[in-house]
């Protein structure tokens, strides 16, 4: 048996697999989805953004547009409140982003690998767990927005989530400045440390 032979079996095994465990965790990937969606649109992070595009590449094309659909409920759903809340646009914009990618095109097996890669540059644990179809990697950490379901809802859970990543961040810097004093001093780091208090307190008025 040749060399190229070989070459083709292994592709034409290897796309078998991918599609079977595709129709297998069809809805945990979904779900999957969702959450690295809920993310993206509501919290810029980048890596989940692209978890989310993955995970809409290796959905079947039923599957994918049936997510797209989810996404254009959730983006109806925001265009009816910008006008009193314009500071959504930012995550209308974010939504459509996340639709343009999914929707760019039939993805192949190459395109597939080339995101996976990506993401393992990025975030290997979303990749791991996307191999896995197990959407908790993101329920681990965003335990409020990933349990949300409305917009108000969701709306809340991501102000909630913000908070959060802001304290940890001045706790580091306060746990940081106990190791190293003379971080003390120095007024870049004093400087930040004041805006993410400010940021917090504001958020906690709002």
Sequence with gaps: ??????????IVG?????????ILHGGRV?????NAAKIYIWLNKADAGLAAV?????ATLKH???LVSELDSQLNACNTIVNEIPEIRENIERIECLKLHILEKEWRLTDIITAQNELKNINPQYLKALDKADPSVFRDKYPYLTSAN???DIINAALKE????????????????RISPELIEDSDIAKTKKQLEDDLAKSKRT
């Design 14 to 22: 290897l796309i078998g697999y991918i599609y079977v465990r595709m």
């Design 1 to 10: 048996m040749n060399s190229s032979l070989l070459i083709i079996i292994f």
């Design 150 to 152: 409305t917009l108000q």
């Design 30 to 34: 979904g779900d999957y989805f969702r």
């Design 162 to 177: 913000s908070q959060g990543e802001v304290e940890k961040g001045i706790e580091f810097m306060e746990v940081m400045m």
């Design 64 to 66: 994918r547009m049936s």
């Design 54 to 58: 993955v995970a809409g590449k290796v």
